[in-house]
Structure formats: C-alpha cells, structure tokens
C-alpha cells in the first residue's frame, strides 16, 4: 500500500463547477499537507499548505484535512480551463525531511 | 524574482555517459532535493540536503551523485551506472523548520537516452 494514494483520474468537469480533489494516506505521523498544481512540462507549484486537521481557504482553493479519516481534500471553485493541469497531494511529519507525495489526479476543466 | 532555476531543461546521454543537472535557487533556503517523476509513479527522492557539504540518500540513489558546496547550489550528476535515466528530474527546496515549511520545485530537466 502507497503511503499516499490519489485516483489518476482524468476527471473532467464544465467551466464554473465546483472541483473536488482527494488523497488517503495511511501514515498517521504525518502533520503538515501540501497541495500542489503541475502543468504539463512544468514543475509542481505550490497551492496550499496545510497543518493539522481543519481547512484553509485561499481565493478559490480551499483545502481541508481530516486526520480521522486520513483523508485529505482540495476544492476549487468556479473552475477554469486555466485550472487544468494535474494536482498532487503530500504529506510530511514533523522532525522528518521526507515529503511523501501521491501519484496525482489529471483534471480537466471544458469550456 | 525569487526561485528555483533547472538547466538544461532538455539534456541527452548517450551510452556510458555521465551527465550533470544543475539546481540553482535564491530562495535562502537550507534544505535541497531532487526528485526524479515517472507516469503514474509519481515523485521519488533521489537525494537531499539539509545543509552545506552534508546530504543524504534518498529511496533512489543508485546511479545517482551529488555535492552541496554551496547554499545556493545542488547539482546531480547522473551516472552510467544508471541503466533506466530517462525521466523527468525536479530540484526542489525548503526553508529551515524540519517539517514546518513546504518544498518549492523548479521546472525540470527532462533526461533522455540517445
């Protein structure tokens, strides 16, 4: 079992739907997440960054952690067609330099 | 602007060939990575270093080399002994605060066999 687990997708959405992005991940030690956004040929850019349990929002993106369920979430409102790219999830525990990220999900957003 | 510069960002080895990948970042940050991105494998940790003429290996390194002789500069060399290279190599950094600060990536070098 991955310590991180996304669906690859592709999931494809219409301009302006609201987007819902997830990861599992089995590490319970883990304490801060990230969020990040790749564009084909690019490196990942960072979104969100998160710690603990809880949400976070920033303009359209809010991301939200439930340690509970070691279930961890991006949502993207008003999506664009700017918006389509792949979006990784990773997590870290505190003291460690090992970030552990999923496989991404391919997202699609049509005009 | 501050960030992480890749070079090249299209590099070709031939058979039994050392190539280096450079990794340059003005960001002050103490920590720095490289990974390496295979589809549908995600990102695996080649090496890392938390501070100056110091680093680590990561879950990949065989094949691999690297030296931190300065803050600013984390380049990796990859070697013959490398048999599969051809991938898609990201640099990455971060600030000090172990587990407390996010990684920060450069666009990539996209390695290829001849």
């Known amino acids: 079992q991955k310590e991180v687990e996304q669906d690859p997708g592709p999931l494809s959405v219409p301009e302006g739907a609201i987007v819902s992005l997830n990861c599992t991940y089995s590490?319970?030690?883990?304490?801060?997440f990230m969020w990040y956004r790749q564009y084909s040929r690019k490196g990942p850019e960072l979104l969100m960054y998160?710690?603990?349990?809880g949400n976070k929002e920033d303009g359209r993106f809010t991301a939200q952690v439930d340690k509970s369920s070691k279930y961890i979430s991006l949502f993207i409102r008003d999506s664009q067609p700017s918006d389509s790219a792949t979006y990784l999830c990773?997590?870290?525990?505190?003291?460690?330099?090992?970030?552990?990220f999923g496989t991404g999900t391919r997202l699609k957003v049509l005009a | 602007d501050g960030g992480i510069t890749q070079s090249p960002k299209y590099l070709f080895r031939k058979e039994g060939q050392n190539v280096t990948l450079s990794c340059e970042q003005n960001?002050?940050?103490?920590?720095m990575y490289w990974y390496r991105q295979d589809p549908g494998q995600g990102l695996r940790l080649i090496y890392y270093?938390?501070?100056?003429?110091?680093?680590q290996k990561g879950d990949i390194a065989e094949g691999y080399s690297v030296s931190r002789e300065k803050k600013e500069s984390f380049p990796l060399t990859v070697t013959s002994a490398q048999k599969n290279p051809t991938a898609f190599y990201l640099c990455?950094?971060?600030?000090?605060?172990?587990?407390?600060?996010?990684?920060?990536f450069g666009d990539g070098t996209r390695l290829s066999i001849l």
């Open positions: 990455a950094s971060s600030g000090s605060g172990v587990g407390n600060q996010p990684q920060h």
């Open positions: 590490n319970s030690a883990f304490q801060y």
């Open positions: 998160t710690y603990s349990s």
């Open positions: 990773a997590g870290i525990t505190s003291g460690t330099y090992k970030y552990i």
């Open positions: 960001l002050n940050h103490d920590a």
């Open positions: 270093s938390q501070i100056v003429n110091d680093f």
